[in-house]
């Protein structure tokens, strides 16, 4: 009779046991959970060669209270994670490389809660790529600031410079 009751001691602690793991898991990783930081990607390309830029310093402010912004380095990949901490928006701009944004977006305030639902894909004017937001990242096109458009016919040149006979009629 010794086995039967030691063989249920064993069973009844092992179920204890696993019942206080239990427990722990329930109560210990959903605070894991709410602690950890809200994290986003910013990923840079260069618009003309669809690869990363992995040289630039880009200008990150995150807006609670903004005071200023910091200048956030890319890895090997193109990528700066950012901790937004309680932050609900964050403003980019670029350094060392010409920002393809159109105009009316450069200093755009970019929600932090649809860059981590959705993800963003800024406009570009340096090319035609636009690939397909990804949630978790915003994603930026920049070229560099070397880089020289050619056009295809010189700009028309008979008609009148504002510092060539200002105050004559050109007809």
């Known amino acids: ?12 602690r092992a179920a204890i046991r696993t019942a206080a793991l239990l427990l722990l898991q329930l109560t210990v990783i959903p605070t894991l959970a ?4 809200h994290q986003l990607k910013i990923k840079i390309i260069n ?3 669809n690869q990363p830029i992995t040289d630039e310093h880009l200008n990150v402010a995150l807006r609670v209270d903004q ?15 950012v901790d937004t901490g309680d932050a609900t928006t964050i403003r980019i701009l ?8 159109p105009r009316g977006e450069l200093y755009t305030d970019y929600s932090i809660a649809t860059i981590l639902s959705t993800g ?15 949630p978790g ?3 930026i096109f920049e070229i560099p600031k070397t880089y020289i458009p050619t056009f295809p016919h010189p700009p028309a040149s008979n008609l009148p ?8 009629n050109p007809n």
């Open 1 to 12: 009779m010794p086995n039967v009751l030691t063989t249920r001691a064993a069973t009844s």
């Open 34 to 37: 709410n602690a950890q930081p």
């Open 47 to 49: 618009a003309k060669t």
């Open 67 to 81: 005071i200023g912004s910091v200048a956030m380095a890319t890895d090997k990949n193109g990528i700066i994670l």
């Open 94 to 101: 670029s350094n060392m490389y010409a920002d393809c944004r």
């Open 120 to 134: 963003i894909t800024t406009g570009n004017l340096c090319s035609n790529v636009k690939p397909t937001p990804k």
């Open 137 to 139: 990242y915003l994603t």
């Open 161 to 168: 410079h504002s510092d060539e006979n200002p105050h004559t």
